[in-house]
């Protein structure tokens, strides 16, 4: 079982920045894959990014490719999503999706995740 808590959401204007975070429980964190993914009011959840269990592969959306960083650091069991110029439109629940694998592909479908947080929000005011 791994336990998944999203922070670091909030409420910030067009261009600013924020950090996410995902911290896991488990000792095994480092065989874990991890995703974003967001939902905003009326949508469906859609990818954000990816990451595989060592960090050496990743994915993004394009509507967040060069804005948005995704890393990890498994000394601390917590996986990052950098968000820089955000944009109104990025507003919706951000949630962190996990699944034990050693795979090198990241995986990009909500459906490929087993463990899911209770979402952060990060609203964008324009």
């Known amino acids: 079982q791994v336990q998944l808590v999203e922070s670091g959401g909030g409420l910030v204007q067009a261009g600013d920045s924020l950090r996410l975070s995902c911290a896991a429980s488990g000792r095994t964190f480092s065989s874990i894959a991890v995703g974003w993914f967001r939902q905003a009011p009326g949508k469906e959840r859609e990818f954000v990014s990816a990451l595989n269990w060592s960090g050496g592969s990743t994915s993004y959306a394009d509507s967040v490719k060069g804005r948005f960083t995704i890393s990890r650091d498994n000394a601390k069991n917590t996986v990052y999503l950098q968000m820089n110029s955000l944009k109104a439109e990025d507003t919706a629940v951000y949630y962190c999706?996990?699944?034990?694998?050693?795979?090198?592909?990241?995986?990009?479908?909500?459906?490929?995740?087993?463990?899911w947080g209770q979402g952060t929000q990060v609203t964008v005011s324009s």
């Open positions: 999706g996990a699944r034990r694998s050693l795979s090198t592909v990241t995986m990009v479908r909500s459906n490929e995740y087993d463990y």
